[in-house]
């Protein structure tokens, strides 16, 4: 057998396999053992029919076809040893010619990575400040919760009034909303994953329908649509307004245990809006680390690599489809409406970049001897379940499972890693003098 490395290039390396005669033979004499003994032979009995006569009889090509899906598995270990290539999955084979046996391999190899300097790395963290303008929201939220309502039926809808609604939003005909009947309060927090959903019900009036698109943010939790443009239909059922109490002292009291005026009510809201922008600021400023380290960082991997993780943004997709269709019959209909081909257009860039993630993070992993114990498993595990109610054994059943538990293994890797990185990059952040 002869093997040649015509070229490597983007991780992948591609070969050309031309063997002798004489190395197919064990295969076809295999070929010939399994064949005879599931082929009847006129004048033979079954098993028992010589070589030659069943090669003419089922064809000399059907001998071959079979020893060729043994032999090519075997001679492909033996040439990605020869070169020493690390391949990452199965080689791509194709067949150029049966006799003599010749075929060409693609072998997708193991990334390569040279991580940036992240023990010098210096991230900045985004201003973490309470305006008044926010305090004054909760505020006004704290009125309407405390407030009383009276059915509006001519004026447009105004923020802070209570609205009856049914809410569709559709990528490609594909839902992603399905509110019927949803009743909101039109306030700051209503659909924020959705910008611009309430300017657009703002103005509005009971019994009113209208169709708008929007653009979905590139942070939308359905990443294969994210960023992508949405269709919305909205018909307004009710809208009640709102009778809001006078802000005092006495409100305050009401609304807050312990709370004595106004301005101490402020001063509770500011800190713990603080708080929330504070845990809010760990998660944004662990995305600023790990995406400036892949800027910083040389990665080289196999772009078949980006097609596996698309393969699997799109499998989450369609669970998240089958989940909000009533049954099989609509969620079959829902898929022939979605094109595959803009799934795997939109999904692309989203798919690179939880690759990259994974790399990176890898890297770090391995580079700084991050371990998971078998007991933070446990704990972790113990950690899910503590609001699972009635289901608690079988999800604990089920997350002990070896692929579940390699699962819960890995977030808690991803996390372990995350965090050393985060730290790492903080002790370089200059003092304040």
Known sequence: ??????????????????????????????????????????????????????????????????AIKEAVPVMCNSVIKEHNLEPIMQPMVKIVQNEPLKFEMIVALKPQIELGDYKTMVVEADPLEVSDKEINEVLDSLRR???????????????????????????????????????????SEFAKE????????????????????????DNYENKIVAGKEAHFTVTIKDVQGMDLPEMNDEFAKKVAPGIESVDALKERIRTNL???????????????????????????????????????????????????????????????QVPEAKLRENGKPMAKKRLLWSLVLSEVTRAENITVSAEEVDQEIEELLKDAGQNKEEMRKYLQENNSRQEVEYILSVKKTIKHLVDKVKANQPSES
Request: charged share 35%; with cysteine; proline share 4%.
């Open 145 to 187: 919760q405390y407030g009383g309502s009276f059915e509006i039926s001519d004026r447009p809808i105004m923020m802070g009034d209570r609205v009856t609604a049914d809410i569709i939003g559709e990528v490609y005909e594909s839902p992603i909303i399905r509110n019927r009947g949803a009743n909101f309060e039109l306030n």
């Open 194 to 217: 959705i910008p611009g959903l309430a300017d657009k019900i703002i103005g509005m009036k009971k019994g009113e329908e209208q169709k708008f698109k929007l653009t979905l943010p």
């Open 1 to 66: 057998m002869k093997s040649t490395l015509d070229k490597t290039e983007n991780r992948m390396s591609y070969l050309t396999v031309v063997t002798e005669a004489s190395e197919l033979e064990e295969y076809m004499e295999k070929a010939y053992q399994r064949l005879v003994k599931r082929t009847e032979v006129p004048g033979f009995r079954k098993g028992n029919a010589p070589r030659d006569i069943l090669e003419k009889h089922v064809g000399r090509e059907k001998l071959i076809e079979d």
């Open 274 to 336: 603080q708080n929330e922008k504070e845990r809010n600021a760990v998660s944004n400023y662990e995305e600023k680390v790990v995406e400036k380290l892949i800027e910083s960082s040389k990665l080289e991997y196999p772009p078949v690599m980006v097609d596996m993780e698309l393969q699997g943004l799109i499998q989450e997709y369609k669970r998240q489809l089958q989940a909000s269709c009533r049954d099989e019959k609509e969620f079959e209909e829902r898929m022939k």
